[in-house]
């Protein structure tokens, strides 16, 4: 117990007590300086009118689906390429290349790729010229800000994924895959079931983990886009913020930020359910 | 036991804000705004000013002051303004506290977490655009008593624009006097004129005058059949040095006479906002971009002219970067200076508010004004308060040529008022934005975006 008490105290000081001050804020207005006032589930009733909060949950699942499935699929991919024959050091170069942006700050990141994706002065347009194809507004329109969020956010979280996987791939023991040679089996077989049914349990914790990472996604839209142009690339993460420190609407804020943890815990324990039928432990 | 729960669920509430809050808040570049920041004195100053105080007794006690950190040179300029009022009053200490923030916007609503957790400064540094909801709140003490006690404050009055103490007032008060300000101005690329053949502009060019001379400076410089050069652009992040000063100059304002309901859809507005689109289809202007971006853009040739205050001055030269002047906005129907300022406001928590004045009286100081101007390579950030220290600017050597017009366009024209920044200022300007975005990019028609605007803006306005 006496071990427990430094993460114990941290948590409940950290965690719990936020988790209830957020769900007691939810049940007043307060704009931060004035008396806050009872309004008992008022709040909540206005999540079920709020147009915008539909809209922003629209674009906020857009985006977070896509970059999970990036990370997950593309992830995967990347990692077993890693893991195959290659020279150490080239495989040095690509895994410090992959992880690199994972550990840069989101917003210097933004930043770059804010310069990059410019639609009049950005690099990637220029080569996209040079190709005799129009300019790209990667940063102003409604069907290109959710995509361009998209990409940057998966280069620059990519990297923790593959790093797992190829965790997990170490895991694998060898002797399966052996026995799955001896038995004639090819690349595509021993791939498809010796080594994805054991790698399960690291693509449930990898879904998990990006699932809740996405659906927190802030920096990346904030200095992109702005959430722009109206929501079309604004995560549920900025438009809580906005409504609490823009606004001043502490207690919408609040139920807002309820309904994210609510979901959040809804897909996690789904995904928990879920995996029961596709995972697999050595 | 009641109490006991009060102080839990209290701070519970504090501890969720500041994790959300630090959770949040990312490091977006500061964005400018329509205000002044603080000035640094020279270190010689402090030691070379008179008494800050009209009264002859000596000062003591202490002061906190939060500021807004925007950067390095904000705490630069803070410390050194307490430093030098310390040092011309030794019974004084004076402490700053730093409180983050992205923009304006994000300033007030961490400082308001600031005060909310029990950390009462004794003042706070402010712009223009968050009077009203310093005042609003009950924050802020008017100066208007201690003005008519000094004696010395007729001339210091006299020697400061009516418009900048105009958009510090609230409901008859003035709140602060402003140390520093800016006022919207046209920047232009010398060379890029010269290599189009144009003379460059007068301040009484018109919108049409304006429009062709941009379309003139659009060019597409390596034959790819695509634009290089564009004639002008503006800010997609803030509302004053983008929208504004045409939406002024339409005799228009996002705001009615006393504040209290939005004109968005007015004709001026919709007239203003049609022109600045009517620049981008025809390919005179690029989509908005954040001004960080444009600074870029028009310091590599990219565009010819943008709007802006003082403040990219001093980027440009840090720079080296100097062929280019400024020239007032071109005018409409009509012509308003679209100005802001800044200064340090007394807060209602102050424990000895004449010791608040005292301070907020030396940063309005010739020694604290005059180091305010900066040097040729290194400009101040904002206006000087003083006209007569304003005026010395280009005596100064320090550019642009046209300086004189940054104060001159306050004294010799009139006004936009009233200053278009409800309590809410952030969630205002970030909801115009958001709107002006899906106009910009052709996504929603003129009338139908401003028509959706100002029914939001009601709502936000009339809370």
Same mark, same amino acid.
């Given at each position: 117990?006496?071990?427990?008490?430094?993460?114990?105290?941290?948590?409940?000081?950290?965690?719990?007590?936020?988790?209830?001050?957020?769900?007691?804020l939810?049940?007043?207005?307060?704009?931060?300086?004035?008396?806050?006032r009872?309004?008992?589930?008022?709040?909540?009733?206005?999540?079920?009118?709020?147009?915008?909060?539909?809209?922003?949950?629209?674009s906020?699942?857009?985006m977070a689906?896509?970059?999970?499935?990036?990370?997950?699929g593309v992830?995967?991919?990347?990692?077993?390429?890693l893991?195959?024959?290659?020279p150490?050091w080239?495989?040095?170069?690509?895994?410090?290349?992959?992880?690199?942006p994972?550990?840069?700050?989101?917003?210097?990141?933004?930043?770059?790729?804010?310069?990059l994706?410019n639609?009049?002065?950005?690099?990637?347009?220029?080569?996209?010229?040079?190709?005799?194809?129009?300019?790209?507004?990667w940063?102003?329109?409604?069907?290109?800000?959710?995509?361009?969020?998209?990409?940057v956010?998966?280069?620059?979280?990519?990297?923790?994924?593959?790093?797992?996987?190829?965790?997990?791939l170490?895991a694998?023991?060898?002797?399966?895959r052996?026995?799955?040679?001896?038995?004639?089996?090819g690349?595509?077989?021993?791939?498809?079931?010796?080594?994805?049914?054991?790698?399960?349990?690291?693509?449930?914790?990898l879904?998990?983990i990006?699932?809740?990472?996405?659906?927190?996604?802030?920096?990346?839209?904030?200095v992109?886009?702005?959430?722009?142009?109206?929501?079309?690339?604004?995560?549920?993460?900025?438009?809580?913020y906005?409504?609490a420190?823009?606004?001043?609407?502490?207690?919408?804020?609040?139920?807002?930020?309820?309904?994210?943890?609510?979901?959040?815990?809804?897909?996690?324990t789904?995904?928990?359910?879920?995996?029961?039928?596709?995972?697999h432990?050595? | 036991?009641?109490?006991?729960?009060?102080?839990?669920?209290?701070?519970?509430?504090?501890?969720s804000?500041?994790v959300m809050s630090?959770?949040?808040?990312?490091?977006a570049?500061?964005?400018?705004?329509?205000?002044?920041?603080p000035s640094t004195?020279?270190?010689?100053?402090?030691?070379?000013?008179?008494a800050?105080?009209?009264?002859?007794?000596?000062?003591?006690?202490?002061?906190?002051?939060a500021?807004?950190?925007?950067?390095?040179?904000?705490?630069?300029?803070?410390?050194?303004?307490?430093?030098?009022f310390m040092?011309?009053?030794?019974?004084?200490?004076?402490?700053?506290t730093?409180?983050a923030?992205?923009n304006?916007?994000g300033?007030?609503?961490?400082?308001?977490?600031?005060?909310?957790?029990?950390?009462?400064?004794?003042?706070?540094?402010?712009?223009?655009?968050?009077i009203?909801?310093?005042?609003?709140?009950?924050?802020?003490v008017?100066?208007?008593?201690?003005?008519?006690?000094?004696?010395?404050?007729?001339?210091?009055?006299?020697?400061?624009?009516?418009?900048?103490?105009?958009?510090?007032?609230?409901?008859?008060d003035?709140?602060?006097?402003?140390?520093?300000?800016?006022?919207?101005?046209?920047?232009?690329?010398?060379k890029?004129?010269?290599?189009?053949?144009?003379?460059e502009?007068?301040?009484?060019?018109?919108?049409?005058?304006?429009?062709?001379?941009?379309?003139a400076?659009?060019?597409?410089?390596?034959?790819?059949?695509?634009?290089?050069?564009?004639?002008?652009?503006w800010?997609s992040?803030?509302?004053?040095?983008?929208?504004?000063?045409?939406v002024a100059?339409?005799?228009?304002?996002?705001?009615n006479?006393?504040?209290?309901?939005?004109?968005?859809?007015?004709p001026?507005?919709?007239e203003?906002?049609?022109?600045l689109?009517?620049?981008?289809?025809?390919?005179?202007?690029p989509?908005?971009?954040?001004?960080?971006?444009?600074?870029?853009a028009?310091q590599?040739?990219?565009?010819a002219?943008?709007?802006g205050?003082?403040?990219?001055?001093?980027?440009?030269?840090?720079?080296?970067?100097?062929?280019?002047?400024? +020239? *007032?906005y071109?005018? !409409?129907? $009509?012509?308003?200076t679209?100005?802001? #300022? @800044?200064?340090y406001?007394? =807060? &209602?928590?102050?424990?000895d508010q004449?010791?608040?004045?005292?301070?907020?009286?030396?940063?309005?100081?010739?020694?604290?004004?005059d180091?305010?101007?900066?040097?040729?390579?290194?400009?101040?950030?904002?206006?000087?308060?003083?006209?007569?220290?304003?005026?010395?600017?280009v005596a100064?050597?320090i550019?642009?040529?046209?300086?004189?017009?940054?104060?001159?366009?306050?004294?010799?024209?009139?006004?936009?008022?009233?200053?278009?920044?409800?309590?809410?200022?952030?969630e205002?300007e970030?909801?115009?934005l958001?709107?002006l +975005? *899906?106009?910009?990019? !052709?996504? $929603?028609?003129?009338?139908?975006?401003? #028509? @959706?605007?100002?029914?939001? =803006? &009601?709502?936000?306005?009339?809370?």
């Amino acid at each position: 117990m006496g071990f427990l008490s430094p993460s114990a105290v941290s948590f409940v000081l950290f965690v719990v007590v936020p988790t209830v001050g957020v769900l007691v804020l939810s049940l007043f207005q307060w704009n931060l300086l004035s008396a806050g006032r009872f309004v008992g589930l008022d709040n909540f009733e206005r999540l079920l009118t709020d147009q915008r909060l539909r809209n922003v949950y629209g674009s906020t699942t857009y985006m977070a689906l896509a970059i999970l499935a990036i990370n997950v699929g593309v992830g995967l991919l990347l990692a077993v390429l890693l893991e195959t024959r290659m020279p150490r050091w080239l495989r040095g170069v690509f895994r410090l290349s992959y992880l690199f942006p994972f550990v840069v700050s989101a917003s210097a990141v933004a930043l770059i790729w804010r310069f990059l994706l410019n639609k009049d002065f950005g690099v990637v347009n220029f080569w996209i010229s040079q190709l005799g194809l129009d300019r790209t507004d990667w940063l102003g329109s409604s069907a290109w800000t959710p995509i361009s969020i998209i990409i940057v956010a998966s280069w620059k979280t990519m990297g923790f994924s593959i790093l797992v996987y190829i965790a997990g791939l170490r895991a694998i023991p060898n002797e399966y895959r052996e026995a799955a040679v001896v038995d004639g089996a090819g690349a595509w077989a021993r791939f498809r079931h010796v080594t994805l049914p054991l790698l399960s349990p690291t693509v449930l914790f990898l879904v998990v983990i990006n699932t809740i990472s996405a659906f927190q996604l802030f920096a990346e839209p904030r200095v992109l886009t702005q959430g722009g142009p109206g929501d079309a690339s604004r995560s549920i993460v900025e438009y809580v913020y906005d409504t609490a420190f823009q606004s001043f609407d502490l207690g919408y804020a609040s139920a807002v930020a309820l309904t994210l943890m609510v979901l959040l815990i809804g897909l996690t324990t789904l995904q928990f359910v879920v995996s029961r039928r596709w995972m697999h432990y050595t | 036991m009641k109490r006991a729960i009060a102080v839990l669920v209290r701070y519970a509430a504090i501890v969720s804000l500041t994790v959300m809050s630090a959770a949040c808040g990312t490091a977006a570049s500061p964005a400018p705004s329509s205000a002044g920041q603080p000035s640094t004195p020279p270190a010689s100053a402090a030691s070379q000013a008179p008494a800050a105080s009209a009264s002859s007794a000596p000062l003591a006690g202490s002061l906190n002051i939060a500021y807004w950190d925007y950067g390095p040179a904000a705490e630069t300029g803070n410390k050194a303004i307490a430093d030098g009022f310390m040092a011309k009053n030794p019974g004084v200490t004076v402490t700053v506290t730093p409180v983050a923030g992205e923009n304006w916007g994000g300033y007030y609503a961490n400082l308001a977490t600031l005060i909310a957790s029990g950390k009462k400064p004794d003042m706070a540094f402010t712009a223009s655009e968050g009077i009203k909801f310093l005042a609003q709140n009950g924050l802020v003490v008017p100066v208007n008593k201690f003005l008519d006690s000094d004696p010395s404050a007729v001339a210091m009055k006299d020697d400061i624009a009516p418009a900048l103490l105009q958009s510090f007032a609230y409901a008859g008060d003035i709140t602060a006097i402003p140390n520093g300000w800016n006022d919207m101005v046209v920047y232009y690329n010398k060379k890029l004129f010269a290599d189009a053949g144009l003379p460059e502009p007068t301040a009484d060019w018109t919108w049409d005058k304006f429009r062709t001379t941009a379309k003139a400076l659009t060019k597409d410089t390596n034959g790819d059949g695509k634009t290089d050069q564009y004639g002008f652009t503006w800010t997609s992040n803030e509302i004053f040095p983008g929208i504004l000063p045409w939406v002024a100059n339409a005799d228009g304002n996002l705001v009615n006479d006393d504040v209290s309901a939005a004109t968005a859809d007015s004709p001026a507005v919709v007239e203003a906002v049609t022109f600045l689109k009517g620049l981008i289809d025809d390919g005179i202007a690029p989509a908005p971009n954040p001004m960080g971006d444009i600074f870029t853009a028009f310091q590599t040739g990219k565009v010819a002219m943008f709007g802006g205050g003082r403040w990219p001055s001093a980027t440009f030269l840090a720079n080296g970067f100097a062929d280019w002047d400024i +020239q *007032l906005y071109p005018t !409409g129907k $009509t012509y308003k200076t679209v100005a802001g #300022a @800044a200064g340090y406001a007394i =807060l &209602t928590s102050a424990a000895d508010q004449n010791l608040a004045w005292a301070l907020q009286r030396y940063t309005v100081s010739p020694e604290i004004q005059d180091a305010q101007i900066g040097t040729a390579t290194a400009p101040r950030d904002s206006i000087p308060t003083l006209r007569s220290t304003a005026d010395k600017t280009v005596a100064a050597g320090i550019p642009p040529a046209h300086g004189d017009l940054f104060y001159g366009s306050v004294d010799d024209h009139p006004a936009l008022t009233p200053f278009p920044a409800p309590a809410k200022y952030s969630e205002y300007e970030a909801t115009v934005l958001r709107h002006l +975005q *899906l106009i910009f990019a !052709g996504e $929603t028609p003129v009338d139908q975006g401003l #028509a @959706a605007l100002q029914q939001e =803006l &009601t709502t936000i306005i009339g809370k």
